[in-house]
T-cell receptor
Framework: DAGVIQSPRHEVTEMGQEVTLRCKPI?????LFWYRQTMMRGLELLIY????????DSGMPEDRFSAKMPNASFSTLKIQPSEPRDSAVYFC????????????????FGPGTRLTVT | GNSVTQMEGPVTLSEEAFLTINCTYT??????LFWYVQYPGEGLQLLLK?????DKGSNKGFEATYRKETTSFHLEKGSVQVSDSAVYFC??????????????FGKGTSLLVTP
């Protein structure tokens, strides 16, 4: 399996521009997570999907951030407009959850997208 | 609320030294506890886990014991190698379904092992 795939790996953009980060979870996984990692705040959970439905978006910092999961194999995290304080590494993770394993299996992380907003 | 506190890094050790990275937690209910490792330029990988009190998780020479009485899950390794240089994250899994059984991570501890 190719693992969780994220693109782009690096993104440099100017303040005010729209940024879209993409994630392809592991095939067969039905839960997907978006995290943000910074030196100051560590690893923060932004939003979590189960079966393509957003379950908990309380970690999304503000309305400039939005996430979608149109199908089981694709999710996007969009920032519009971007600001310098959004600079961070954004991770996507997926896992398989079932009725017999409600806690879910291991969470597998993608390699991350390093976003720099100038 | 649920939270994890890790010792501040960076930690610098010589090869073959003994490693301890402290982790304590606060949580309602009975969380599961995890250690994840992040090698440079990569995403996080599960290193070990423990799902109930007194459980010991182990992998690749690393160990951690779930201590409910001290609310701790300290990571240890008897003899570190240069290849262990990475950032280590302690995490707990919420025990309530409303959170989707998501993970709550500590801030991470950077380990550098020198030859």
């Amino acid at each position: 399996d190719a693992g969780v795939i994220q693109s782009p790996r690096h993104e440099v953009t100017e303040m005010g521009q729209e940024v879209t980060l993409r994630c392809k979870p592991i095939s067969g996984h039905n839960s997907l997570f978006w995290y943000r990692q910074t030196m100051m705040r560590g690893l923060e959970l932004l939003i979590y999907f189960n079966n393509n439905v957003p379950i908990d978006d309380s970690g999304m910092p503000e309305d400039r951030f939005s996430a979608k999961m149109p199908n089981a194999s694709f999710s996007t995290l969009k920032i519009q407009p971007s600001e310098p304080r959004d600079s961070a590494v954004y991770f996507c993770a997926s896992r398989r959850t079932s009725r017999t394993n409600i806690y879910g299996g291991e969470q597998y992380f993608g390699p991350g997208t390093r976003l720099t907003v100038t | 609320g649920n939270s994890v506190t890790q010792m501040e890094g960076p930690v610098t050790l010589s090869e073959e030294a003994f490693l301890t990275i402290n982790c304590t937690y606060t949580a309602t209910g009975y969380p599961s506890l995890f250690w994840y490792v992040q090698y440079p330029g990569e995403g996080l990988q599960l290193l070990l886990k423990a799902t109930k009190a007194d459980d010991k998780g182990s992998n690749k020479g690393f160990e951690a014991t779930y201590r409910k009485e001290t609310t701790s899950f300290h990571l240890e390794k008897g003899s570190v190698q240069v290849s262990d240089s990475a950032v280590y994250f302690c995490a707990l899994r919420y025990s309530d379904s409303n959170s989707g059984y998501a993970l709550n991570f500590g801030k991470g501890t950077s380990l550098l092992v020198t030859p």
